[in-house]
């Protein structure tokens, strides 16, 4: 009874197990090399052309012409002089002895209610007498003290006569690209008010020294407070920071000798939205009348690779012509660089250019007694500027949301695939271990070239890293006043480099999905309508196109959406510019 019962059934699976046969025999078989590369080639296109779409897409052009600006100085002698009474004479450097004491003010942030407790170094010339002129020194960027900034040059006034303050940078809890420019306006004007109360000073002679950065401030600073009686602006930022930086980065990136496609990426970054992210630093509204309406001292170095120098002095005459004030003294000092050294900042050491400090301690004494300067307003080596300020650049909010997208979707799939790899690595091992065979069962070689476009893949990520690494290492030491390097190396290199790996990469993916199609169509997969039963034998694993486990199916795949997403973000970035 059994035994017929069995013959049933198999006379019963026969007609099946045939129809599946004849199912197979009828798929089409393996394709000739000529068919692979008629499918591969129009893959191929079809993925290269929109990996260069988005690099057009997302290009941000800027205008920096012209280039090479000059601005010719009325005289080479930096020396400044003014017109004195007869008989009197006019403190210099080291006539008084100098004493110093240290006192603390409580800094309040008016946007938030935070507190900063701030050091305030003082300095005073010893038996100068009352009715004493002021300073207060503002920092640039970086986190700088009372103690470990401004002490040569203030020191060098308090000498000439000057009552100085440095005060710890307030910084409370921003940082170098979320400062609070109008909340350090209104402390550096509390160490203003401080000085004018002292004894021995005259409340109506207080001055400050602003350099770089801290020029930003001075504007919003004078702003608030008309009665400053003076300024030093040491390499100002006349402009807003996306113009400025962006004008530094594209200078110095052309000056270390990077290739042009890193230089594309400045634009890039210059034309995000930071107010998506709470950067609001980026659009300053600086460029005003009233930062600029009381006698200024501009100094400029020829070495400083930060400063929009010629367009920077132009506006700044402007500005101050606009606000009635014709009491504008530009000096340019040779082989000086962005704070007027004579070499690299971060050596102990090293000391002011030529006669700056003379001059500037002159041009303070002479200015604070109210005389009449004699000497010409601008004097120095000629002003130089190898690009234009670009002035075009804006906030970009459909660019920003994209290139934020593409990173972070980049660096998600990244993690997914970190994460199913590792597991794939231990269950590989264990196989390895109890022998019990293939772990994940890849077929057709799909293994092997996910692996390989995968480090290849993420090599090129890391040599990406690298070259720009290289170029913002090279801007830091051009800041800091060293030499560009005279062979650029991985800087230039690296670019060109990586758009040919870039694109070997895509032909790559292009032949391992043509070999899908392929296995797909003999699989009965790939035809109208598909083989009866092939879908099911796919996806049981009787029948696998990629591999006979889930776990590779799905290595395979959330791996090759993490390396497209590498390839948008190389995309976005430029590097599909050819």
Known sequence: MNDVSNQEEHTAARPAQQERQISQQQAPGAWSRGHRLAVSVPIFIILLGMLVGVSHITAVSADIQPTGQTMAMLTGDTSVAFRTHAGSTLPTLNTYKVTQRYTTITAKRPSTGEIQKIRMLIREPKGAGANRPGVVFMHGAGYGTCDNSFGDVAYALSSAGFVTAVIDKPIWSTNDITRDYPASATIYDQAINYLRSLNQVNAKNVGIYATSEST???SYLLQQDPKVAFQVLLSPMVFSPRQSLGFLASQDFTLVGAHSGYQSIVRRVFDMDGTMFGLKNFDLDIERPAAYRIPTFVAYGSKDVMTAQVEGARKILDLAHQAGNWDVTIRSYPVANHVLRLGNEADAGTGFADDYVNDMVTWMVGTAAGLNQTSERAAGSTLYQSIAVPKDLHADRALTVYGAWVHLAMVVTLLLTLIVAAVALVKKIVFLVRRKGPALGFKYGFGGALLSLTITTLATLLLFGGGLGQVI?????????????????MMYW???????????????????????????????????????????????????????????????????????????????????LY
Do not use: Y
């Open 216 to 218: 930003w401030i001075s």
């Open 473 to 489: 290492m090279g801007i830091v030491q051009l800041a800091w006043g060293g030499a560009p390097a005279e062979d650029p190396g």
């Open 494 to 576: 690296s670019w060109p480099v990586i758009q040919v790996v870039c694109t070997l990469v895509v032909w790559a993916w292009s032949r391992v999905f043509t070999r899908l199609i392929e296995v797909a169509q003999t699989r009965g997969i790939a035809q109208l309508p598909p083989r009866k039963g092939a879908i099911n034998d796919v996806v049981s694993g009787r029948e696998p196109v990629l591999a006979s486990t889930r776990l590779a199916r799905v290595l395979f795949w959330v791996t090759a959406f993490a390396m497209f997403h590498v390839l948008l973000f190389f995309a976005f970035w430029g590097l599909f």
